[in-house]
Nanobody, 121 residues
Framework: QVRLVESGGGLVQAGGSLRLSCAAS????????MGWYRQTPGKTRELVAR???????KYLDSVMGRFTISRDSGKNTWYLQMNSLKPEDTAVYYC???????????????WGQGTQVTVSS
């Protein structure tokens, strides 16, 4: 059974940095995308950043130039380096991956448990 476990959230002052990590465990046959969404109360979940198996990246406009997604494919682990954090970045961040595990019949999305990021002004 594939599981995603994320870590690295917390409380930081505006202008500070945090790094989120997400590790996928279990028998994984292929990975299409890895990344993060975030969600605040009353709002829909939004894509923050994702990276494909080929290394191409996509970012939410508001985090471009401040956040960087990277991966260690050999460890099925990916990271979100968040710099110059702003209060509006406060949210629960969920890691996700579109992957094909050994018990799947097709590529599907897997989600982490979520980690709170709070940026104080």
């Amino acid at each position: 059974q594939v599981r995603l476990v994320e870590s690295g959230g917390g409380l930081v002052q505006a202008g500070g940095s945090l790094r989120l990590s997400c590790a996928a465990s279990g028998r994984i046959l292929s990975v299409t995308f890895m990344g993060w969404y975030r969600q605040t109360p009353g709002k829909t979940r939004e894509l923050v950043a994702r990276i494909s198996s080929s290394g191409s990246t996509k970012y939410l406009d508001s985090v471009m130039g401040r956040f960087t997604i990277s991966r260690d494919s050999g460890k099925n682990t990916w990271y979100l380096q968040m710099n110059s954090l702003k209060p509006e970045d406060t949210a629960v961040y969920y890691c996700f991956s579109a992957l094909f595990g050994d018990t799947d019949i097709a590529t599907r999305d897997y989600w982490g448990q979520g980690t709170q990021v709070t940026v104080s002004s």
